[in-house]
């Protein structure tokens, strides 16, 4: 999507929010989001509840992650329990056997 309204439009088609799952799993997704503008330096700000969530700090490293279209930020040591639960040559090898992934380079 390419605008946050095209994501609502398709949680709106695609959730039923009388079921119980479909309403947590927009919980989830909803509960942080937050409309921000660029401050004049061009700087983007992050809310503290997703600040939190991440355990980012304004006085330690973040990592910044470019994944095709969009912006992941990470905080170093979630990234390092995120890469202990499967390593990242691991996980290309279950996701390649999905695909073929060998075509897409």
Do not use: C
């Amino acid at each position: 999507a390419d605008t946050w309204e095209e994501v609502e439009a398709g949680l709106v088609e695609k959730m039923n929010t009388s079921n119980p799952k479909h309403r947590r799993t927009l919980r989830s997704i909803l509960r942080f989001a937050d409309e921000q503008t660029l401050a004049s330096q061009g700087r983007i700000r992050i809310s503290n509840a997703l600040m939190n969530y991440a355990g980012l700090s304004t006085s330690s490293p973040s990592l910044f992650i470019g994944v095709l279209n969009y912006v992941e930020i990470w905080s170093p040591d979630h990234m390092t329990e995120e890469e202990a639960v499967e390593s990242p040559a691991d996980l290309y090898n279950e996701v390649a056997a999905d695909f073929d992934m060998g075509s897409l380079f």
